[in-house]
């Protein structure tokens, strides 16, 4: 399996707890279990969950600081999990470069996202990498 498979499954997971309105660690342990293989993925998959679960409330709010004239509230389920998988990578994973999770989250949004996703997660991102804190 390779990295972007990896953030991809993390999306996955983050879009499953969005929609059950439940983030917890079982969602993620139910869902991953038959999907990742490689060790070094799932120990990527295992920590972004982690530190996602453990810090939602700063990472939706970094979101949501470089939201221009939006509300958290209003992003579609599949941009904010891609926005989540990104934003946890950027502010708590030293050793991936912020123009990497950028560009894996905008690859995301060409594929799953609407028309309008790849900019619109670009600009957050960007905008997220020069505030973050």
Do not use: C
């Amino acid at each position: 399996m390779s990295r972007r498979i990896a953030r991809e499954t993390v999306m996955q997971v983050f879009y499953q707890m969005e929609i059950q309105k439940s983030f917890d660690s079982q969602i993620a342990q139910n869902f991953v279990d038959g999907v990742i293989v490689d060790e070094k993925d799932r120990q990527y998959v295992d920590d972004i969950v982690k530190f996602f679960l453990q810090n939602k409330s700063i990472i939706d709010g970094n979101i949501s600081h470089n939201l221009k004239d939006w509300d958290i509230d209003r992003i579609s389920k599949v941009d904010l999990s891609i926005l989540r998988v990104a934003a946890t990578e950027i502010l708590f994973k030293e050793d991936i470069p912020e123009k990497v999770s950028i560009n894996e989250a905008v690859e995301l949004a060409k594929r799953y996202g609407s028309d309008d996703s790849p900019a619109f997660i670009n600009g957050v991102l960007d905008a997220l990498s020069k505030t973050k804190g």
